[in-house]
Structure formats: C-alpha cells, structure tokens
C-alpha cells in the first residue's frame, strides 16, 4: 500500500487549500535539496515559510545537514586526470576470465554459448558411455564355461592354494586359505578375494576332476 | 571510402564498434567514463580502492553484455545502473566499507588550499560516512547518489529500477533520518555533551 506521501510524490494532486504546517514538514526535505518537482507546490512552501519561524528553522537544519553530505562527495576533477595503470588493470582481469572484446561474439550471446554448450555435453556423453562400454567389455560374469579359479596341487587332497584366473590385472594372483570350514572356504590374497561362488566351482572342478593338465601345471 | 576517423566518436558510435568486436572503440568508452565510474562508486562506497575495483567490474560487465545494450538509449545511464548496482551489491555484502579520506586525490584548484581546511574536509567526510552507515541501506543509497554524487532522482529511478515517485519519497524519509543522526553525532562530539 503507497504511504500518503509517497502517493504524494507519484501524484500530483489538485488542491484549493493551503497545506498545513504538517502537510509541508512533510516535503520540506525534498524542498531543502530542490527536490520539489511541482513548481507551485514549491512556491507554497516559500510562502509558508516566511510566516513560520520553526519551519524556517526545520529547513535551515536540513540544509546544514545536506551542505555536510555534499562534502563528503568526490567529484570527477578531483579523481587522476590520466591513469595509465587502470587500463592494464581492465585488460589484466578481461585476460584472467579469458575475455577480451576481439574475442568475443557479440551480437547473439544466447547463440554465442550454445554450440560450447552443446559440445559440452557431447563430451561428457561420449566419457560416460567410453567408461560404460570400457567397463562392460572388460568384466566377464563368472559362469560355468568361464571358471574364475582353478586348483593346483592334488585333486584328492585340500588345496593349499588356488590360482585365480580373475578378469582382472590380478590373473593369476596365488592365494592362500584364509579359513578352513570345508562348507564355506575362502581364499584371500592382498588382491583378490575368492568370493564363495568361484570355490564352488573350484570345488566342483576338484571333484569331477575336470581340471587339465594345462590347469593343473599351472599358469 | 575513405572515412577519418572521428575525435571524438559518440557513445552510441563507441557502444556499435563495440558490438564489432573493435578493441579501442571499447579502450576509448573506459577512458572516457573511468573517473565517473570511479567517482560514483567512491560515493557511493566512501573507499577509494574498493571503488576502483568496482568501477574496473562494471567495465568488464558492461563488455559481457554490449550486445544487449541498445546505442540509441543511452550508455551512461546504462553503464551509471551497473556501477550503482555492483556498489549496492557489495554494500549488502560487506554491510559497510571502511572509510577511507581522499588523501590519494587531488582537490581541484578552486578548492579549499590550506592542509587545516583540508584536514577538516576530510574529517567531516570521515563523519558523514559513519552517521551514514548507521542509516538502512536504501536510504544510504538515495543519499549517496543524489546528495553526495548529484544525480537526478529520474536517474536514480533508472538505476534501483523504482519509480521517481518512490525515489523522492525515499529520498525525503532519507534526509530526515540523516539529519536527526548528523545532529545526534554532532551533539555528542561537542565539548558540551
């Protein structure tokens, strides 16, 4: 909701009083600085004030106060007339944000951006589906025809250790038994884990005695 | 055909070449608003150095988006609302800055001469920018930019995207606050109080 004299200020309203002492205590701020843009409204105040001694006095504090502001200010003719090191600085930040007016496209910043946009994402496709592809080729699910490990050592016997032949940059990696429970035997080395699925087949190749001899002289 | 090229290019000249990628069109804009950049932000901020940066801002800012501005409108107002605007943004984020008297600048020659007036000068500056920063934010702003820097309320309306109405209503509010808090200060700097 607009206050009285901010309506004040956006309206000019036609009057056929004479303002109050109040009414001009309330513009008498935009007065002190010239700030009254009805001429008329400016010459009510005048008027006013040579009949009213405090608010001569309210406008004369105003202007004190205003005349202190004003010194405070700088002006352009106090400021360097040439400074030369201003003109590297801007050139210095425009280069540190890889700016510079030869090099930009100015006319459409919207299309400007879009084809770097674009090719953006057209990178980070491609690096996502490199990696998911990168991936998938490389992991082989165990299964049947494809044993992760194979014994070496005497097919009646506990192995003492298996070879793994993992899909992965530990091929062959010599592990040791970490536990014996003959339900549930893990092999472990630093690199790899057996996990209990790749014993079993191990366990099932011991037992049928499927393993070669190319297994069993090892890798 | 064979144009001269001419002294003194208009802004509206300056603000196309710009828009044709011609590096000195844009060398020659931030010769020429360097010191009113400078001196708005000064006002507005009251530090000479965090003025300078601000006003180095607006010129990168105003080459960001020369696309955008329509020669035929006016630069300066356009350029005076980004400098007002990066000087009002780094206010809300500092809360104030320290002020610091204009020893660096050079007073014009029909300024006030002895080092006692100058001293004074500066103390008095040093005063109007502590009572100031105990003013609210939008009235420091109107103060600043027409009490301290002259420009026209219209011109501060552009600039804080308000209506003039609202900019004098403001500025009315303003003046009152600052003058019951100039008196307060002078009142308790006085050997009396």
């Known amino acids: 909701m607009m206050r009285p004299i901010e309506k004040h200020c956006e309206e000019k309203e036609e009057r056929t009083e004479p303002m109050t002492c109040s009414q001009i205590r309330n513009i008498l701020a935009l007065y002190a600085g010239g700030d009254l843009d009805n001429a008329a409204e400016a010459r009510e105040v005048e008027a006013h004030l040579a009949s009213c001694e405090a608010c001569r006095a309210e406008v004369d504090a105003l202007r004190a106060s205003l005349g202190a502001l004003k010194a405070a200010g700088a002006t352009e003719e106090s400021l360097p007339e040439t400074d030369p090191g201003y003109w590297v600085e801007v050139e210095s930040k425009l280069r540190e944000r890889a700016l510079g007016v030869d090099q930009l496209r100015l006319d459409r910043p919207t299309w400007r951006t879009l084809p770097a946009l674009l090719a953006q994402a057209a990178l980070v496709l491609f690096a996502a589906g490199a990696t998911i592809w990168f991936m998938a080729s490389h992991h082989q699910p165990a299964g049947p025809s494809a044993p992760t490990a194979v014994a070496k050592g005497t097919p009646n016997g506990s192995p003492l250790y298996v070879l793994v032949n993992a899909p992965d940059r530990y091929a062959n990696a010599e592990v040791a038994p970490v536990s014996d429970d003959s339900s549930n035997i893990y092999y472990s080395d630093v690199n790899h884990v057996v996990r209990p699925d790749e014993v079993k087949r191990f366990q099932r190749q011991v037992t049928n005695a499927s393993y070669t001899e190319d297994a069993r002289g090892g890798f | ?193």
């Open chain 2, 1 to 193: 055909m064979a144009d001269s090229p001419n002294p003194m290019p208009s802004d509206a000249d300056l603000v196309v070449r710009c828009q044709r990628h011609d590096p000195e069109a844009f060398r020659i804009l931030v010769e020429r608003y360097r010191r009113r950049s400078w001196k708005v932000a000064y006002n507005l901020l009251g530090n000479m150095e965090v003025a300078r940066d601000i006003s180095q801002e607006a010129f990168i800012r105003v080459l960001r988006a020369i696309a955008t501005c329509d020669p035929n409108r006016g630069f300066r107002q356009w350029f005076d609302k980004v400098v007002v605007n990066l000087s009002i943004d780094y206010l809300r984020k500092h809360g104030s800055v320290q002020a610091v008297p204009l020893e660096l600048i050079s007073e014009p020659a029909t300024s006030v001469d002895s080092p006692e007036d100058r001293t004074l000068q500066d103390e008095t500056r040093m005063k109007v920018r502590a009572v100031l920063g105990e003013l609210p934010l939008k009235h420091r702003a109107v103060l600043m930019m027409r009490d301290i820097d002259g420009m026209e309320c219209e011109e501060i309306a552009v600039a804080l995207g308000k209506t003039p109405g609202t900019i004098r209503w403001r500025l009315n509010q303003a003046r009152q606050a600052f003058r019951r808090a100039w008196e307060r200060s002078q009142r308790e700097m006085s050997p009396d109080a």
